[in-house]
């Protein structure tokens, strides 16, 4: 562009200036009157660097002013990507960031909702196994012995891992939220078997352990008819948990356990 401007008023500038002035004088106007526009239609060394304060006063000043911000050293610029497919969008940042010279990040809706949950994935992975490493250790320095430390943790286990298998089989797609109830999930299954573990009250507690489960289950299933999807996945991810749990429960934990009972 700065070659096809040097060239027209190269070629054309004195020209240009001419027959403008024989236009002013024929219409009773001062040549002098055009100097600033003269000046700037002339060739030129370099190019003019165009800034948002060029457009002040201007009538996009309002539009440029939603579209650009400068703070904390910066620019962010805001323009609609609607019409691009997913891989252009996705490819997108990257295209950007060759014609900055800092960093660039797009913040697209693919692009926010990708980090967010990249970010909710990690931290829910790092906090579950901080979780399962704390119910162990709590586990095993009450209870101090082998096996019925075994019939307490691996009933839900088993249950998490029947929970996202049958998710997984019916094709459900799991959020962060889906996955958060795991930790709920497995709350419930320790205490079931905690309480199942205790072999000489056994018989006394099925009952109502059943009762306490089955009951949650009833409330938390309304909520798979909810018509806002986050709600419908967690309660169904609520009801086969808790479901799960509950046959784990009352199959494995009183096979591992024993007769006996675990010192309080």
């Known amino acids: 562009r700065q070659a096809a401007w040097n060239a027209f008023w190269t070629a054309h500038g004195d020209a240009f200036r001419a027959d403008l002035a024989v236009a002013c004088t024929e219409l009773g106007l001062r040549p002098a009157a055009f100097a600033a526009s003269l000046a700037r239609y002339q060739p030129v060394a370099e190019p003019i660097p165009l800034t948002i304060a060029d457009w002040d006063g201007t009538p996009l000043t309002l539009a440029l002013a939603g579209l650009l911000h400068h703070g904390d050293g ?8 609607d019409r691009l497919s997913r891989p252009e969008t996705i490819a997108l940042p990257a295209r950007v960031a060759e014609l900055a010279p800092g960093p660039v990040w797009v913040a697209t809706r693919i692009h926010m909702a ?40 691996l009933p839900p286990a088993v249950a998490l ?21 795991a930790a709920f999930v497995g709350g419930i299954g320790i205490d079931c078997a905690i309480f199942l573990a205790q072999g000489e009250q056994r018989a006394r507690l099925v009952s ?5 489960i089955a009951t949650a289950i009833a409330g938390t299933s309304t909520m798979i008819v909810a018509h806002h999807p986050l709600l419908a996945g967690v309660g169904l991810t609520l009801t086969i948990g808790m479901g799960s749990c509950l046959v784990a429960c009352l199959l494995l934990t009183p096979a591992l356990a024993g007769k006996g009972a675990p010192p309080a």
């Open 161 to 181: 891992a029947w929970t996202f298998g049958l998710l997984g089989w019916m094709g459900e797609e799991l959020t962060p939220f889906s996955v958060l109830v």
């Open 74 to 81: 910066a620019w962010q610029a805001a323009s609609p990507v």
């Open 114 to 153: 990708e980090r967010l949950v990249a970010v909710l994935s990690s931290d829910l992975a790092r906090r579950g196994l901080l979780i399962a490493l704390t119910v162990t250790v709590a586990v095993v320095l009450l209870v101090r012995r082998a096996r019925p430390c075994l019939a307490i943790l």
């Open 208 to 212: 109502p352990v059943i009762a306490c």
